[in-house]
Every structure is written in C-alpha cells, then in structure tokens.
C-alpha cells in the first residue's frame, strides 16, 4: 500500500502530461513538433500600420496585390499593374502568393520552405496566423521562418512573434460547429469564418469571396430596420421587403449576425443575388 501511494503522484503527473498533449487547444511551446497535414494558429495583438509600406514590400517580392477602397479595386502582379483584371476573373488572373487589402485591413496568403500561411483579421482584436506545416517541424523553426518574411514584407517590426500556438480543431473534412446561440447566422458561412484558409473553403461551397469580404444577403427584422454602421459594409442593394445584399468583411461575420436589426445572414440563394 506504501509503494502504491509513493507511485501515485508520478502517475498522476503522467496522466495530466499525457491529457494536456491530447487537447487541441492547450498553448503548444516553441520546441515542440508541429505536425504537417495539421493547421495552427497564432494570435496576433498588432500589426504594422503603414499599409503603403506593406503594399510596396509585397509588389516587389512578387505577391499578385488586391487594392480595395470602398467599391474601387486595384491590381497588381508583382510591380506591374494588371489592367484588365476584375473582380470577377481575379481568381484565374491571380497567382499565389495573395495580398488582400481593403481601406484598413490586409489578408495574407503565402509560403516559406516549412509552411504556407494565411495572416488575417482574427473575430476578436488584431490578427490571427494561421500555419499549415509543409513537413513535421519545430514550432519555433516554423515561427522564425515566417517572422522573419513578416518583417522583409514591413507588416511587423520584430521577428519573434508570439509562442502560444494551438492546434485548430475546425479544418476542412471536419463537421464545423454550430453558430453559437443568438448569432443568426448560416452554417456555412460560420464554417468560413472558422476555416484555416477562407480562400480555398468559398468556392468549394458556392460562397462568392470579394477581398477579404464576402457576399451574403441580410434578412432584417422589418423593412425599416437598420444595422448598426460598425459592421464596415458595402451595401449593393435592398429591398422594400428588408433584404439587404451587402459585401461583409469575413472576420464580422459573427458581429452583423448578432445584430438586433437581423433576423438572419445566409449566402444568396443564386450566385450574384
């Protein structure tokens, strides 16, 4: 019985070791594997505010850039201007690696030797990097590597970025969870909102993407209702019966849904209405 309660505590310390490396969402340290075929996220407090900068730096690294303020777009392959690129064949004229910016927000798909990544407004404050191992590697190698692309592409100013990495548990293949209670929002489109790469995930379920937005139709609660303005929307149209078909930054989804002017925000039913 003695040597029973002397082994006790090693194996509880085994026990929680063991459970805390089985959940998703438990911090992972800087020297620990990230695996490949796996997505990991970062949280981002700030990023740098000199959008001008950041959208030079990309133009010479040879990133296709997305400019958008308000309903006017810009584009560009590297350098070079694409003049007869539009938002309706960009997805063709477009290679990898992307710039998105729109007014004050960026979205960033690239790739490095160990990964690709997407760096993008996160639902709470600043920015979440979300990383797909290319090969099993140490979180910090994976790290340094994109912390120091982010500072070439002046969108940080210091290499070392944030170590608390976890694991996501929303991928493609996986039953996304439902809107949480209150929020009035279609499935799919809260599954884009969770999704590691907003770019890939749209097409594959009929979601048309503009930019960092998407298109959705807005059911509201009557016909005079208004949103409040802080949703940062593009409003293309509306409706005597209270549908609004808006341009709605992807990271808001959540915030507009849970507006009390909406009754619900789903995809429009054909592509374009």
């Known amino acids: 019985m003695l040597r029973m309660l002397m082994l006790a505590p090693g194996l509880l310390f085994i026990v ?46 040879g990133f296709s850039v997305r400019i958008a303020q308000g309903t ?13 690129c539009t938002p309706e064949n960009e997805r063709e004229r477009f290679p990898f690696p992307h710039l998105f910016v729109d007014g004050t927000l ?10 690709q990544y997407n760096l993008r407004p996160s639902s709470g404050e600043g ?20 912390g120091r692309r982010l500072v070439q592409l002046a969108v940080v100013s210091d290499p070392v970025l944030p170590l608390a990495i976890e694991e996501m548990t929303v991928v493609p293949g996986v ?19 969770l999704m590691p790469d907003w770019y890939e995930f749209a ?23 208004h949103v409040t303005q802080v949703h940062n929307l593009i409003v293309e149209a509306r409706s005597p019966s209270g549908l609004m078909r808006v341009l709605v930054p992807i990271h808001q989804l959540v915030t507009l849904a849970s507006d009390p002017a909406v009754k619900l925000v789903r995809p429009p039913y054909q592509p374009g209405l």
């Open 16 to 61: 929680l070791s063991l459970t805390q490396r089985e959940d998703p969402t438990s911090p992972i340290m800087a020297d620990q594997l990230l695996l490949a075929g796996k997505f990991y996220r970062v949280v981002l407090p700030s990023i740098e505010s000199d959008l001008g900068k950041i959208i030079e730096s990309a133009k010479q690294a």
């Open 203 to 225: 097409p594959q379920n009929k979601l048309e993407l503009w930019g960092l937005r998407v298109r959705v139709i807005v059911e509201l609660v009557s016909p005079e209702a």
């Open 127 to 146: 920015y979440e990097l979300i990383v797909a191992p290319k090969t099993t590697v140490s979180a910090s190698a994976i790290l340094n590597e994109i």
């Open 106 to 115: 960026l979205w960033l798909r690239a790739e490095e030797l160990l990964s």
């Open 72 to 84: 006017t777009v810009t584009y560009f392959l590297g350098a070079q201007p694409c003049l007869d």
């Open 175 to 193: 039953k996304p969870p439902k809107p949480p209670q209150g929020v009035r929002l279609d499935s799919v489109l809260y599954a884009l909102m």
